[in-house]
């Protein structure tokens, strides 16, 4: 038995499946247009945020954040997913609360990703108490380089390789980054 903020009880089963169903993570339940509005309401993610916060409990902790990173992990390829950002902002939320170590690197991983390059060194050194990987710049460089239509960032993510990566690779970074931003400032249609 858990217990919330030390007054109530709660088995630790009804506890995640009250996550499965504020994440809709049995989605085969749902059609994909009620799936998207179900998760788009933040206050689900809030709330799981909030008994995560209430109970402290790594296990607990651990199955939020996997069924997060479950559900953007299906939705991130899809273009323009509503799902996707709220997913993985919760993940986020969630790193205060006590996950492991392995469940909060899967986040950082995530971040990477999605190319959050404003708060992932923050959160590297908050919650893993490092910096970055070689692996999640090249994520952030990568994420950087499949956008056509913008190249913001540029500057940010360029000084996050000079400090993390080794000094050959990052020349080649820079150098793809640098022929990115070139290519979009010379398209007549930006």
């Not at 993570?25 to 799936?35: G, M, P, Q, T």
């Not at 296990?59 to 390829?77: G, H, M």
Request: glycine share 4%.
């Amino acid at each position: 038995m858990l217990q919330l903020n030390g007054r109530i009880d709660i088995a630790e089963t009804a506890v995640k499946a009250v996550i499965d169903v504020l994440l809709c993570s049995d989605s085969k339940n749902f059609s994909l247009n009620e799936l998207d509005a179900l998760h788009f309401d933040a206050t689900k993610f809030m709330a799981v945020v909030i008994i995560a916060a209430g109970l402290k409990e790594r296990e607990i902790t651990d199955y939020a954040i996997e069924k997060c990173l479950e559900v953007y992990e299906k939705e991130k390829k899809k273009f323009m997913s509503l799902v996707t950002n709220p997913c993985l902002e919760t993940a986020t939320r969630l790193l205060p609360y006590n996950p492991s170590k392995a469940m909060a690197e899967k986040v950082i991983v995530a971040v990477a990703e999605q190319g959050w390059y404003g708060r992932i060194e923050s959160l590297a050194k908050r919650y893993l108490v490092r910096g970055l990987t070689a692996d999640e710049v090249m994520a952030l460089v990568e994420h950087f380089m499949k956008q056509r239509g913008m190249i913001s960032g540029y500057e940010e993510i360029l000084q996050l390789a000079k400090k993390y990566m080794p000094e050959d690779k990052f020349d080649e970074v820079a150098s793809r980054m640098g022929a990115h931003v070139k290519a979009f400032n010379e398209d007549t249609l930006y």
